[in-house]
């Protein structure tokens, strides 16, 4: 990847990051138990934060939390977080999301360019920040999309539907590549 965009500036890629970690949390104390477990924690829903590790965390709502592993550590710390969670007195409940939502990067200056031919949501870095998190409809699913900076976008969805959404991502992308 890094040698396509090397050689041509307006190079995209689209990455499948599906075997990467992810898992959720859901619950009143759900921000507790991530602050106590070394987590930054966003401030307001639809809004992700980059960790010092690489990973990330989004904040879907008032009480939900995605985490999404670090290429640094392969996922490791984040597969060990969904493997290490038990059920206890605190408003804490583990969302796995391994089996349930596929993750694609979308990478390249023309990422929000494609992501307009899929999806009603303004996702150009004057609208979408860094960190923003949207969660919408993209060639009629439903999309968490996340603004990685230099990563590009990070799109989460149903595991089900990889091939399809995978297909209409590269079929919005031809008419972006050299």
Partial sequence: MTSL???????????DLTDL?????RGTDSAAYLQ?????????PNQALRQGDGSW????SASEYLLLGSFTDLGAKVAIEEAQWTQDSRRNYL???QDSHAWLQLAG???SAVMAKLCGVDLRAEAFPLGAVAQTSAARINVIVVNAGGDGLYILFDRASLQYFRAAVLD??????P
Avoid: H, I, S, T
């Fill in 36 to 44: 106590e477990r070394g987590y930054q924690l966003p401030p307001q």
């Fill in 5 to 15: 965009k090397a050689l041509n500036p307006v190079a995209l890629a689209l990455d």
């Fill in 172 to 177: 919005a992308m031809e008419e972006f590549q």
């Fill in 57 to 60: 965390v989004a904040r879907l």
């Fill in 95 to 97: 969302l796995p999301r």
């Fill in 21 to 25: 970690a992810r898992v959720g949390f």
């Fill in 109 to 111: 200056p023309q990422g």
